[in-house]
């Protein structure tokens, strides 16, 4: 059986990605990419070519990925026939959007079955994958002191900030640079990382990196007395297992080039001397267009069509 | 009157730094600059070349600059001669280094009078200029929380590491890389870090970025009910003034490019809300080879000898 | 005497690298630096703010630049009063546009008589200036055989393409990626070569470097038997001197790094063994915002106001 | 029917990316790689660890890579029993090494039958492979103009220097720079373009970008009149097909990105108007890891072994 499938907005940097992922994956035929700048131009897909978006074109298909503009894939999901199961990469219904109700939230490892059955996926964002896939099996595991605060200072590569040309985000502006952003617990994957962290503070503090893709979460987690990074990474390969696309390192901590270019998430943690109350060190690195988009993207749709759950995803560096 | 001034270690990237500051220095005379890798080079002081260290020639000097590896200073301070006021720019002499007692430690701003007076001066680490620069006003006017941990997150440009070849810092394995080191609160500059902010709770946590120059560390201050970023800000201009190397953002916080290339400090507070008990974000951002180093040694170097405060210091972006 | 400066166009690359130079420079008053999208926003002048274009202000200036888009300059030229005397940073009055004759044109070192009188000066393209001022005194010393074919390959640094936003010039456009462009002898600046070197054969085939600043042209000169890098070399100096902006490099080829933040142009040349007839490889280096925009500039105002040659001129690497 | 292989130096740059290729390549064992500085360290192969050199484990093989320095590779051959086909990276049995006799030289498009037979095969260098796979079809056409010189101006990052740590190769040298080397056609890789280009006269002038991987020459090809970019492409379509690893672009020339993390050869050519006698502007580019050294290797290896052409080849972009 040949799975159909289209995409919504395929020219961005998060469409071009699903479309090179999806290019490898067997049993699929990409029947249309639609795209508003790049009409008619060549796709990551042998022999298709961007096209513009067409409601009726959806009719026959079994999956729609939407890889629109923040607010756009809403619209579309109300407008859509009956028929494609929905992968939605926007954060229009995510946990915090007001219509998660909607769709199930689509962080892979945590959320399998629902998924499975699911009509609607709310693909996660970047940030939130790194900070939820580290955070949720430790606090479900009681190893986080909910008392204090959990500090993330988290950097970014720029295509996490999409295509469309913006001063800031030329060559000759990010070279050589490094800012933070969004300061004052103001970045809009907040809403999403507390939904799905409840009762956590939380402080998040990203920063724009000179690298084109990749995102290092480093997390100051304060830990309950006695529990140190083997309890860590225990409760994460006790949730995650060896074989999925979340990797514990066990020797070093995470870094990007692990993960550019791959669909993980990698987790490491450190134990921190002479603090008291105790905290440790947890890195999460992830590329934000893999792991952090088009890849989880990919491993939803792998459980959404009963396929197996690694196809087409890339578990090691290029 | 000319001052006449050697450097020890020349063809480092302080070392460098060093002499293309002091280049542009009127009123001073470099007399030799020695290498053990590049004798016979030119330096950035024309018509002066690279030559081997020599006892000797210090006998004449009013000021000797060591921009030695770490280690090789406290021995060369021990066999020189009574002659010239010494900067060291190594960590030999700073707080914490079991040496401090020989030396004014000159971090220009907090310690301007006892540093006019040295025959030592202890030039600070590169992190510890921005984390004891942003920290020292705000502990003395009780403005941090002391019973709570201050996170600092920093990330430094390359050239902190120097310039003798490493397989780690080659182009290939940094660029499109970003990574934590030094985790767990081992980083050396900890001590003095330390020393200087006694009885706060500090963690410590540097990154290496893909850039050449530059350190911005983003540090989150707990502080007492009611402090906000108008309070600090207000601290930092106290102390400072707005005339001299150490700059306060008002309007948004300090990035790399601000600083780099110059030998400024650039401070900033963002206001963080819903965080109970409150925290303020503040950035330090300067350039490792300018504040961090080069550029600060000159500062200490002008009030040794009396010269204006600002003289030959890079005070805006190139 | 305060020469009084306005600026059209100040808040691209070129406009705010040239205020900066202003903002060094002794003996100037910048009034006014307009902008169309940064109205309001602080310029690179103390206490300086761009304001919107305003032709009547243009009557109390001693000296005006325009840093406007290309085709823009010709029309302000056209409606301004009589007052001021322009630098026109623009390719509008550059040797091909067909208004060249209204001009002078402003390679400093070239024509420095008939720049010092003046009215409009035509600033030299950031490409031609270093084939040109390669080439010209070659050609002059007859040291280049006008019947073979000169192969010019240039890489530039992407603010060669101005600050508006465009996909290709993103960062995660440029960065890693090295490319061709102007193929064919197409690029606009080789109308205002061939004026310059008559009677050469040219081929010019620019790159994008992924770098922000800063321009390599290697250039292949067939040359007469016996002519060597030596002669070529001493052909550079009769000209340029050794004080200028002109550097002549006797031990090896200039490179990027020789002339990124400065504003001068470096020239090497270096024999080819085998190749018959002979030719040589010549290089030429500069900042296409130093040297082949804003430095040259003030180079050519220095002149029309009978200042000191280099005066605020960058002459070193920073 | 497995063949089992042995990597002879596997932890340089060239080393590890042919161990990433062979670890997607379906029917092949790697039975061991060695290395002198990371003994001990896991190899891009599932369970395998870098251990010292050892002839007597090359016994066993079918087929033995050498990714030594250059010059180690002929002792090695020597020394080797008979067993292993040896496929050798390194320079020192290809043509103009004085050893050339006693290999096949393995552009693998050119010399297919042979490589399919040889014992030993000496695998091109980077910039030769783009270099004679551009020119020698156009030879054999007689599209070249043999009394003119033929310019190749070449750029590559930096990966092809190699992982050794040299203070030219650090990222704070390499960053915001661009410099030509080897100037003077003293390249050693020369000697390899001659012997394969015979009766062309070539200058190869060699350009290092700041990037880590990927090569890019653009190439001055005098042609007989009449000749132009459409006689050019149909030579190299009619050599190379379309289903190989070389690539004839028809819309625009290659550039970096096309050819970064693939073991392609791009081609493309460009019409030149206005210059007499007529040339044409030819564009190669490669990675210098994939096509430029380990996926040639596994090109040859493939034939050699019969098995399909393309096996684990990466044929688009990552």
């Given at each position: 059986?040949?799975?159909?499938?289209?995409?919504?907005?395929?020219?961005?940097?998060?469409?071009?990605?699903?479309?090179?992922?999806?290019a490898?994956?067997?049993?699929?035929?990409?029947?249309?990419?639609?795209?508003?700048?790049?009409?008619?131009?060549?796709?990551?897909?042998?022999?298709?070519?961007?096209?513009?978006?067409?409601?009726?074109?959806?009719?026959?298909?079994?999956?729609?990925?939407?890889?629109?503009?923040?607010?756009?894939?809403?619209?579309w999901?109300?407008?859509?026939?009956?028929?494609?199961?929905?992968?939605?990469l926007?954060?229009?219904?995510?946990?915090?959007?007001?219509?998660?109700?909607?769709?199930?939230?689509?962080?892979?490892?945590?959320?399998?079955?629902?998924?499975?059955?699911?009509r609607?996926?709310?693909?996660?964002?970047?940030?939130?994958?790194?900070?939820?896939?580290?955070?949720?099996?430790?606090?479900?595991?009681?190893?986080?002191?909910?008392?204090?605060l959990?500090?993330?200072?988290?950097?970014?590569?720029?295509t996490?900030?999409?295509?469309?040309?913006?001063?800031?985000?030329?060559?000759?502006?990010?070279e050589?640079?490094?800012?933070?952003?969004?300061e004052?617990?103001r970045?809009?994957?907040?809403?999403?990382?507390r939904?799905?962290?409840?009762?956590?503070?939380?402080?998040?503090?990203?920063?724009?990196?000179?690298?084109?893709?990749?995102?290092?979460e480093?997390i100051?987690?304060?830990?309950?007395?006695?529990?140190?990074?083997?309890?860590?990474?225990?409760?994460?390969?006790?949730?995650?297992?060896?074989?999925?696309?979340?990797?514990?390192?066990?020797?070093?901590?995470?870094?990007?080039?692990?993960?550019?270019?791959?669909?993980?998430?990698?987790?490491?943690?450190?134990?921190?001397?002479?603090?008291?109350?105790?905290?440790?060190?947890?890195?999460?690195?992830?590329?934000?267009?893999g792991?952090?988009?088009?890849?989880q993207?990919?491993?939803?749709?792998?459980?959404?069509?009963?396929l197996?759950?690694?196809?087409?995803?890339?578990?090691s560096?290029?």
């Amino acid at each position: 059986m040949t799975v159909r499938i289209g995409v919504l907005g395929g020219s961005g940097y998060t469409g071009r990605e699903l479309l090179r992922i999806l290019a490898r994956h067997e049993g699929v035929e990409v029947t249309f990419a639609t795209s508003r700048s790049a009409v008619g131009d060549p796709t990551p897909i042998p022999r298709l070519r961007f096209t513009e978006a067409d409601l009726e074109r959806a009719e026959d298909l079994d999956a729609l990925f939407l890889c629109l503009p923040h607010g756009a894939a809403a619209e579309w999901v109300q407008a859509l026939p009956e028929g494609p199961r929905i992968i939605d990469l926007t954060a229009d219904h995510r946990p915090g959007s007001g219509r998660e109700s909607a769709a199930v939230y689509g962080l892979a490892e945590l959320n399998a079955d629902e998924v499975a059955g699911a009509r609607l996926v709310a693909n996660p964002g970047c940030y939130p994958t790194g900070v939820i896939g580290a955070l949720r099996p430790l606090l479900d595991e009681e190893l986080v002191d909910r008392d204090r605060l959990v500090v993330v200072n988290a950097a970014s590569g720029v295509t996490g900030a999409g295509r469309t040309p913006r001063t800031d985000l030329l060559f000759a502006e990010v070279e050589a640079n490094f800012r933070a952003y969004g300061e004052g617990n103001r970045h809009r994957h907040l809403r999403e990382m507390r939904a799905l962290l409840e009762g956590t503070s939380l402080l998040f503090q990203p920063h724009l990196l000179p690298v084109s893709r990749g995102i290092l979460e480093t997390i100051i987690v304060p830990v309950p007395e006695g529990v140190g990074p083997e309890a860590i990474r225990a409760a994460w390969e006790e949730r995650y297992g060896t074989e999925g696309a979340v990797r514990v390192r066990e020797r070093r901590l995470p870094e990007l080039r692990d993960v550019v270019g791959t669909d993980l998430l990698a987790l490491g943690a450190a134990a921190v001397d002479g603090i008291d109350p105790p905290v440790v060190t947890v890195v999460a690195a992830l590329d934000n267009l893999g792991k952090g988009a088009a890849g989880q993207a990919v491993q939803n749709f792998n459980r959404m069509f009963g396929l197996p759950a690694n196809q087409a995803l890339r578990l090691s560096p290029p």
